[in-house]
C-alpha cells in the first residue's frame, strides 16, 4: 500500500504540462532530423527546418513550441494498493487543478483554448479547463500518468470507420490520409486504435499516441505480431503518398505509425485513427508515495543546430503601401517576407463578421481591412519584452466557409494561414484575384519573433480569437495559392508522389 498526497499529484500535473508546452520529446526530434537529412524536396525541407529551430528555440526560451498549446488529454492508471492522502478532489479534479496552475503560470503562460458550451454559446473557460481524463484500475501500488497536450488541427482530422471484419486496415489508411489535408501539421505521428467498440478504438487511438517513436528499431529487427507488420506496412504506404511536410509534397509524411489493438465483436472491426502534429507534446510519469515527479530537463545540445535563411532574391514587401495589383506576380511556392500591418482573425471572429455584416452593422470599429492581409492566428499571451507569445498559423481551411465574404466585402488582399483552401475557395481566390499565403505551422515561437508590435482592435471578450493588429517585420511566408489559382497543396504531393515511384522503380 502507498499513500500518493493529493498536493505532489497535482505539483506533478502543472509541472508536466509546463514541460511538454517547450520541450518536444527527444525522440521526436530525433525523427525529425532524420526526415530533415533525407528530404529532398526544397519546400518540405524548409519547413521541417523551421520546426526544428522552432524546437530548439522553445527548449531554451522555455516558451511553448506552438500556440495552441493543446487540450489536456490524460491517462491515469491507478494501483489498486493506492490510498490517497485526502479525498476532497476527485482526480478530474486534481488534473483540472494542476492544469489550471499550468497555463495561468505567470512566466510561461499558456493558451487557453477550452471552450464550453460547444453546441451553443462556446465561451472560453479561460483556464484552459476541463481536461479529459482516462483513469483505469490496475494492480500494483502507484499512479502512472501520460499526460498530452493535444492541438486541436490534428485532432479536427480524426477518422473513424467501422470496417467489415475482412477488410484491410492499411489499404483504408492509404485512401483515408491523403483526405485529411495538412491541417495537422505533418510530419507527425498516426496513432491507430482497433477493435473492441468504436468510443474504445478511438480511446486506444490516443493512448497509442503517448508511445515513443521506434519505427525504425522495429524496422531493424522485423515484425513479429499482427501489429508490428501492419505498423510497418502503413508507414511504408503513408509515407509514399507524398504528402509531405505541412502538405507541401515530400518524402516524410509520417514518423511513426502507432497501433493498439483490443478483442472485438465477430461482425465488427471498429478502426480510429488519429494523428499527431508536428508539436507532438507528451510525458509520462510515475507516483509511489515518495513526492512529485521530477522531470528532468533534456540537454538543449541534443537538439540539431539547423539555420533557415531565405535566399538574397526573395521578394521583400511593404505592406502598408501594398496593392492587389502588387501580388499579381507572385507565383506559387515563391518565398515573400512581409513588413508592415496585419490584421488577425480566426474561427470566432470570423462567425461574428459574418453576423454583423449580414444584419448591415458593417464592421467593428476601428477595423478597417482594405488592402490588408488577414492572418489566421490565435496567439499566446506575451511575457516580458515580447509583443506576442508564439503566434503560429491556425488551419485556414476552417475559414473557407468565410472567404468569399471576406474577399467580396471587406476589401482584404489576400490570408496568411497554414494547410491547403478547398477548391471552391481556390477558385474563389482566383475570380478574386486574391493570394493565400502560408507560414509554417508548429513554428509559431520563431514566426513570433517576426511580430514587433501587437494590440487588440476589436472583439476582445473572444481571448486569443481577437482581433489583432500585428506590426511584422521581413515574417516569411509562402504563396500556396497565387491569384491564379495554382495551389502548393494539390501540386506538392502529387510531384512528390509520382517522384518517389520512381525513385522506387529504380531501387527495384
Ligand atoms: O488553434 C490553433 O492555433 C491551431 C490549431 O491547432 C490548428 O492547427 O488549426
Not at 360 to 382: R, S, W
Amino acid at each position: 500500500m502507498s499513500v500518493i498526497r493529493q498536493q505532489d499529484f497535482i505539483d506533478s500535473i502543472e509541472d508536466a504540462l509546463q514541460y511538454i508546452s517547450y520541450y518536444h520529446p527527444l525522440d521526436f526530434v530525433q525523427a525529425l532530423e532524420k526526415a530533415y537529412n533525407k528530404e529532398q524536396s526544397k519546400a518540405a525541407k524548409d519547413a521541417i527546418a523551421q520546426i526544428l529551430i522552432n524546437s530548439r528555440m522553445s527548449a531554451e526560451g522555455r516558451r511553448p513550441l506552438c500556440q495552441d498549446t493543446g487540450i489536456v488529454t490524460c491517462f491515469v492508471k491507478i494501483g489498486m494498493d493506492v490510498k490517497w492522502d485526502k479525498t476532497d478532489l476527485t482526480v478530474q479534479q486534481m488534473v483540472d487543478e494542476g492544469t489550471r496552475r499550468a497555463y495561468l503560470n505567470p512566466n510561461n503562460p499558456l493558451r487557453a483554448s477550452i471552450v464550453a458550451d460547444p453546441a451553443g454559446s462556446r465561451k472560453n473557460t479561460k483556464d484552459n479547463t476541463p481536461s479529459v481524463v482516462h483513469i483505469d484500475m490496475v494492480p500494483g501500488a502507484e499512479v502512472e500518468v501520460m499526460i498530452a497536450a493535444k492541438g486541436g488541427g490534428s485532432e479536427n482530422k480524426t477518422k473513424m470507420v467501422m470496417l467489415n471484419p475482412s477488410d484491410d486496415v492499411a489499404e483504408w489508411v492509404e485512401k483515408t490520409l491523403p483526405l485529411m489535408g495538412a491541417g495537422w501539421c505533418p510530419p507527425g505521428m498516426l496513432g491507430i486504435g482497433i477493435g473492441g467498440t468504436a468510443e474504445k478504438a478511438a480511446v486506444l487511438a490516443k493512448e497509442s499516441l503517448m508511445d515513443p517513436v521506434d519505427i525504425h528499431e522495429l524496422m531493424e529487427r522485423g515484425a513479429e505480431t499482427a501489429e508490428e507488420k501492419l505498423r510497418l506496412e502503413i508507414y511504408e504506404r503513408a509515407n509514399k503518398l507524398g504528402i509531405g511536410a505541412q502538405g507541401l509534397g515530400g518524402l516524410t509524411t509520417v514518423v511513426d505509425v502507432k497501433i493498439k489493438t483490443a478483442p472485438t465483436h465477430a461482425a465488427s472491426k471498429p478502426v480510429v485513427m488519429i494523428p499527431n502534429c508536428a508539436a507532438t507534446r507528451h510525458v509520462h510519469f510515475t507516483l509511489d508515495g515518495s513526492g512529485p515527479a521530477n522531470l528532468e530537463a533534456p540537454k538543449v545540445e541534443d537538439w540539431p543546430e539547423l539555420t533557415f535563411e531565405v535566399g538574397a532574391d526573395t521578394r521583400r514587401v511593404n505592406l502598408d503601401t501594398l496593392t492587389k495589383e502588387d501580388t499579381l506576380d507572385w507565383k506559387m511556392g515563391e518565398t515573400v517576407l512581409l513588413t508592415g500591418k496585419i490584421l488577425t482573425g480566426r474561427d470566432a471572429a470570423h462567425k461574428r463578421l459574418q453576423d454583423m455584416i449580414n444584419s448591415g452593422q458593417g464592421l467593428p470599429e476601428g477595423v478597417d481591412f482594405d488592402n490588408k492581409f488577414i492572418y489566421y492566428v490565435g496567439p499566446v499571451d506575451a511575457v516580458g519584452n515580447e509583443a506576442v507569445g508564439p503566434a503560429g498559423p491556425t488551419t485556414a481551411t476552417r475559414m473557407d466557409k468565410f472567404t468569399d465574404m471576406m474577399l467580396e466585402k471587406t476589401g482584404i488582399i489576400g490570408m496568411i494561414g497554414k494547410a491547403e483552401r478547398g477548391p471552391a475557395t481556390v477558385e474563389s481566390i482566383k475570380q478574386n484575384k486574391s493570394i493565400y499565403l502560408m507560414a509554417v505551422g508548429g513554428a509559431a515561437y520563431l514566426v513570433s519573433k517576426a511580430i514587433k508590435k501587437a494590440r487588440v482592435v476589436a472583439f476582445e471578450d473572444l481571448g486569443m480569437e481577437a482581433i489583432y493588429e500585428f506590426e511584422v517585420e521581413d515574417m516569411p511566408v509562402t504563396v500556396a495559392v497565387d491569384s491564379d489559382g495554382n495551389n502548393a497543396h494539390t501540386a506538392g504531393p502529387a510531384i512528390w508522389k509520382a517522384k518517389i515511384e520512381e525513385l522506387d522503380e529504380k531501387l527495384r
